[in-house]
Every structure is written in structure tokens, then in C-alpha cells.
């Protein structure tokens, strides 16, 4: 599989092998990765699927991701990308990344850290808040502090002996680039409120949200550059030599017609087509200044509305009676198809509907393009007959975005035609494991 990793040239690699000994103290996986884009893990449970997706995504999380091998049972791990080799090895309770050792105990001293704090108290195992402004702070939020070259933070580093690791996990990062994971566990997500407490909350219930202030910052930049264009237009008529012909102009209003069309789509503008507008040589130099800005300006949203186009498509190929729209004021609803004036509420979907709202929101708005995607069974709560889609708009949403996926999953639906990327962890430790083993017919 070829993984997009990110480097300080904006160059990527790939991540050609993952090998793993003694996970569970049992099984030893050498896995030669797909090099179209996508990676199908398959296998019966308790193989370390879902583990060898949450052993990739460590390596993203800088110093906080070392804690979580502490907890795995295996022996050692490698990591091997194109020009570069990640090595991680277990031996009682340490931990050698590259050949650098970390106990334990280390990880141990840097929390208390923030319990010797004052102005610290502690929500839970994970969780602090400082009472000073009320603001949470997790583990994560803790290291990713750290790795600030201030003098409290080189002091707490040093005592702990954790500068070298600092400087490992920094360069892995760089390396291993960004790493988005889905979780099985969707639809359901935890929050904490103004008093300490935490509460899960719907995923479903927060996408018109999302949706609106992602309209909202693009907007925004649509303003800037705007603004931008019009206070140069003067300046720019008076000295621009350059003109259209009329077979052009008409090409163009066609182009800007479309475009407009798709604007007002998804409510990002309310201008209406031209009509009745005859060409004339005078206004050539003004008209090719007057395309060119549509063209710039348009290119604010280009992405945007390139994804809403597979968004809405791929969600409407799956609801029965019903479409998804989206719009500036309302983010996200869902209405009867035969009468868009009845809206229908998003927690009243059914759960297979809610899984595939939810499920491609973060396909293809959240994870980052160029990047890396761990999705943990897709398959969860969806008709066979949507299983068998999945696959197809992965592939899509692959190809636009320019992403590396690994998929863990029970399946053999959401394989449906896609065998020749799978791999089999039963077939990799024994063969046909307690008659598990995918029929792929």
C-alpha cells in the first residue's frame, strides 16, 4: 500500500512493510502493503487487526504514542517506509525506539508533573483542568506542550530523560506524516462541559455544525480575496493589453454559468445566470480581467464543492425516500425527496443511515488529503447491499484526495470484487482458522 507521508520538502514516501513479532505473544505478521492506495486487513477475531491499525496510528502521536506500546504485549515492531525503517522493541518495561531506551517509569515521572501543579486538578486518568481559566488538559495536550523549547519545559525534559526521545519521535512524525483514524465506534463521541464532568454526545447531531462553519471560513476567504481583486480592478483595466474574442466569451459564460449553478447548489451564492448579454469588442479587455477574477475567486470553493458533489452523491445512492442537502444557514438536513419542504431530523435515521452520514462526513471533509487513513470495520450497522458500495466509493474518494488506506474488517461484502488487496491474518498464522476463513465466492 502506498502511504502518503509527509516530509519537511513536501516530498512523500511510502510505507512499503509492517512486521510485527510476538503480538499477544503469539502471532508474527510480516505484511508486504498494496501499492494501489488500499490495504484490506482481514482475519477471525482476537488476530490484531484493529491493533496493527492503533500500532500505526502511535507513531503519529510523537511522545504520547510511546505510552501505548507499554501497554501492548509483543516483542518488536518495524515500520519499514521508502528510504526509512522505524524499529520499536518491547524487553520487560522498556521501550527502545530506533536503539533509544525509555522505561516506563519515565512516562510515569513526566504526568506527575502536572499534579504538582498548583493550579492543576485532575478530572480523571487522562484529564486535568486549570482552574486558573477553566480549560481542559489531557496527556496529548501535556506532551504536545513539552516539545517547546521554553525553560520549563527543556527542565522537565532533561530531568525525565526525555530530550532524546523528544528528538526521535519529532523526526519519526516528519516522516510518518498525518494519520486520521476511524473507529469503529462512530456515532458516539466524548465531551467534556464547564463542570469537570464528561457526557457522550451523537456525532450525527454536531454535522450541521461542522458543515456550516466550514462554509463560513471559506467564505471568509472568499472575502479576502475578493476585496483583493476589486480594490487592484482599476489599475489592472487601465493597464491590461490583453482581450477576448467573442468565441471565447461564449465559452466562458458557458463555464460561468456551470459554475454559478453549483454555487448556488449548495447556497454558497444566490447569483443567477446571465441572459441577454451581447458581446462587444469595446468591453473585451474588461471582460478577460472580469473571468479572470470569477475564475480566482472560484477557486476558493473549487474543493469544497468538489467534495460536496461526492458527498451528496455517494450518501443519496444509499437513502431510500429521502436527500441530503446542504446549505449555508443549515448546514446538513435531510428531506423527503418528493417534497423538499419536509424535513426529517437526523436522529431520526435509522443507525445504518446515521453510520454512512457520519462515516463518509469523515472520508472526505476530515481526513487530510495526502495523508494516511485507518478505518476500523466500515461494515457496522450496514445493509450487505451498502457493504458491497463501500469499496467502490473508497476507491473514488482515494483517487480525489490522494490518500492511503487500511481497512480492518469481517466482511467479505465490503471486500466484494477487491480480493487481490486483501490479507489474510488467519491465513498468515495457520490457514482455515475455526472455519472463519473468507469465502471469497
Not at 516530509?7 to 502471532?27: A, D, E
Not at 476558493?300 to 441530503?324: A, C, G
Not at 426529517?344 to 471533509?365: D, R, T
Request: hydrophobic share 35%; with cysteine.
Amino acid at each position: 500500500m502506498l502511504f502518503a507521508i509527509r516530509t519537511q520538502k513536501g516530498r512523500c514516501k511510502r510505507m512499503m512493510q509492517f512486521k510485527v513479532q510476538k503480538l499477544f505473544g503469539r502471532f508474527n505478521y510480516d505484511l508486504q502493503l498494496n501499492k494501489e492506495g488500499l490495504t484490506i486487513l482481514t482475519g477471525p477475531n482476537g488476530f490484531g487487526k484493529s491493533t496493527i491499525l492503533k500500532c500505526i496510528e502511535a507513531l503519529s502521536k510523537g511522545v504520547l504514542g510511546v505510552s501505548y506500546y507499554f501497554t501492548l504485549d509483543f516483542e518488536k515492531i518495524e515500520v519499514i517506509l521508502e528510504n526509512y525503517k522505524i524499529t520499536i522493541q518491547k524487553k520487560k518495561d522498556n521501550i527502545f525506539i530506533n536503539e533509544i531506551k525509555f522505561s516506563k517509569k519515565q512516562f510515569e515521572n513526566m504526568v506527575t508533573h502536572l499534579d504538582r501543579r498548583p493550579y492543576m486538578r485532575r478530572v480523571d486518568k487522562d484529564t486535568w483542568i486549570d482552574i486558573r481559566n477553566g480549560n481542559y488538559i489531557t496527556t496529548n495536550d501535556y506532551f504536545k506542550e513539552i516539545y517547546s523549547d521554553d525553560e520549563e519545559s527543556l527542565y522537565v525534559l532533561n530531568e525525565n530523560g526525555f530530550s532524546g526521545l523528544v528528538e526521535e519521535m519529532k523526526k519519526i512524525s516528519m516522516y510518518i506524516g498525518t494519520i486520521y483514524f476511524i473507529r469503529e465506534q462512530r456515532l458516539i463521541a466524548e465531551k467534556h462541559n464547564h463542570r469537570t464532568e464528561k457526557k457522550m454526545v451523537n456525532v450525527i447531531n454536531q454535522l450541521p455544525d461542522k458543515f456550516r462553519e466550514l462554509v463560513l471560513k471559506l467564505s471568509n476567504d472568499y472575502s479576502i480575496v475578493a476585496n483583493k481583486l476589486d480594490s487592484t480592478y482599476p489599475n489592472r483595466l487601465f493597464s491590461n493589453e490583453e482581450k477576448i474574442n467573442e468565441e471565447e466569451y461564449r465559452k466562458k459564460m458557458f463555464i460561468m454559468d456551470e459554475k454559478f449553478e453549483k454555487l448556488n447548489k449548495y447556497d454558497l451564492s444566490n447569483t443567477q445566470k446571465s441572459e441577454g448579454v451581447v458581446f462587444k469588442e469595446e468591453h473585451a479587455k474588461a471582460l478577460k480581467i472580469y473571468f479572470d477574477d470569477f475564475d480566482e475567486k472560484y477557486k476558493v470553493y473549487e474543493d469544497l464543492i468538489n467534495k460536496l458533489d461526492m458527498y451528496t452523491e455517494i450518501i443519496n445512492s444509499r437513502l431510500k425516500f429521502k436527500n441530503i442537502k446542504i446549505s449555508r444557514n443549515d448546514g446538513i438536513t435531510i428531506v423527503d425527496s418528493e417534497n423538499e419542504e419536509k424535513t426529517i431530523p437526523l436522529n431520526k435515521l435509522s443507525s445504518g443511515e446515521k453510520q454512512e452520514i457520519v462515516l463518509f462526513y469523515e472520508l472526505i471533509f476530515e481526513s487530510g488529503d495526502n495523508g494516511l487513513l485507518l478505518i476500523d470495520e466500515p461494515e457496522i450497522s450496514l445493509h450487505i447491499a451498502w457493504q458491497k458500495m463501500f469499496m467502490d466509493d473508497l476507491l473514488r474518494i482515494v483517487k480525489y484526495k490522494g490518500i492511503n488506506v487500511i481497512v480492518a474488517t469481517h466482511s467479505p461484502q465490503i471486500i466484494n470484487n477487491h480480493w487481490e488487496r486483501q490479507i489474510d491474518l488467519g491465513e498468515i498464522y495457520g490457514g482455515e482458522i475455526h472455519g472463519e476463513q473468507f469465502d471469497k465466492k
